[in-house]
């Protein structure tokens, strides 16, 4: 895998970005997003624009409805030890 170069951070995205570029990507919107996990739709669209914090328990109610691991919400600019950020 010498080949292998790893991709240059290009922007950056909060948290309820995370969640909204996740959900977009399963193509599912708010409102069956809010029917999967009991989130009121209006409480999903606040934590999208960055207007109410994620929370440990709604990040664990959301990752099992978007089939991701919670830190992938929570975190979305994590980068491991050794990861290349230039």
Avoid: C
């Amino acid at each position: 895998m010498k080949e292998y170069r790893a991709a240059k951070k290009r922007i950056s995205v909060s948290v309820g970005q995370s969640v909204r570029i996740i959900r977009e990507l399963q193509e599912m919107s708010q409102n069956q997003l809010a029917q999967l996990t009991g989130i009121p739709q209006a409480t999903i669209s606040a934590i999208e624009n960055d207007r109410v914090r994620l929370g440990v328990e709604r990040a664990k109610i959301l990752s099992r409805a978007l089939k991701r691991h919670p830190g992938v919400l929570v975190f979305p600019g994590w980068e491991l030890p050794g990861d290349a950020a230039a």
